[in-house]
């Protein structure tokens, strides 16, 4: 009995019967074992001290009483917890069919035991039901502590976004070139501007613009016709024609107004 009283040691439970003399006998055999124990002889007493006692967290309730019935005041009681509170019940009764078995189970209680009460049997039932009940404890703090570390990462997800979005900010800020300066490659040098964009060849066509930036990369006349797929001679006609509509004198004035930073190949 003493290991019993160890193990069982915090646990407090509330006997409900409308017979006072199992009351008494099984709250003397439950204090013996280790057990805290109130007695009640009506429903109403039972919700009350159920109410006024949140360490009560074990019931014993008669299945068929004068004022109730047993799975109506778990009902009630169940009710009172609002699910926070946790506990678990068994019940006792003077029936033994199978019809009040199966009511029983249905009703929510974990055991059934028949009257007269086998002491034995109750307080390895009630073992077990300690067992289960401190399972379901420690399945609920791990819920919370799940919870308060999805919690945790919650917020530090919403700091990191938070904090991304403020760098692309100031990367997006930072990077963009002030007014009149001209924008930044990939490198951080300044990208050099498209010299075919300078309204200086505002008058080109399209195509003659397509002569003038291959010029500008140091191509050939060969190289171009064949880049362009058009003949020699016509890219000679392009070149002319873009020298004329420029100003310039030679191809080699062309290429460097095309293209200011590169070695330009001369087409004699």
Do not use: W
């Amino acid at each position: 009995m003493a290991t019993r009283k160890a193990e069982l040691h915090g646990h407090q439970i509330l006997i409900l019967d409308d017979e006072p003399d199992i009351v008494e006998e099984v709250v003397d055999l439950l204090d013996c074992a280790g057990y805290r124990c109130l007695g009640a002889g009506t429903a109403a007493q039972a919700l009350a001290l159920f109410r006024d006692n949140p360490g009560i967290d074990m019931l014993i309730l008669d299945f068929d009483l004068q004022d109730s019935q047993g799975p109506r005041v778990l009902e009630q009681m169940q009710a009172l917890a609002g699910g926070e509170r946790l506990f678990e019940a068994i019940t006792i009764s003077g029936r033994a069919g199978k019809d009040e078995v199966i009511d029983v189970l249905r009703s929510g209680f974990a055991d059934f035991h028949t009257k007269p009460l086998n002491p034995e049997l109750l307080l390895a039932s009630l073992e077990k039901l300690a067992g289960r009940l401190e399972e379901r404890v420690r399945n609920r703090q791990r819920v919370i502590q799940a919870e308060s570390r999805l919690d945790v990462l919650t917020e530090s997800l919403k700091s990191l976004a938070s904090d991304a979005k403020k760098a692309i900010n100031y990367v997006n800020t930072s990077s963009r070139p002030a007014k009149g300066e001209a924008p930044m490659d990939s490198g951080g040098a300044k990208a050099p501007e498209d010299p075919l964009a300078n309204p200086f060849f505002a008058k080109l066509s399209l195509r003659q613009l397509d002569v003038v930036k291959l010029i500008g990369k140091g191509l050939s006349n060969y190289q171009i016709a064949c880049k362009l797929g058009i003949s020699e001679h016509t890219v000679k006609l392009y070149v002319s024609q873009s020298l004329r509509l420029t100003g310039l004198s030679n191809r080699t004035q062309l290429a460097l107004k095309s293209s200011p930073r590169r070695r330009v190949n001369q087409d004699l």
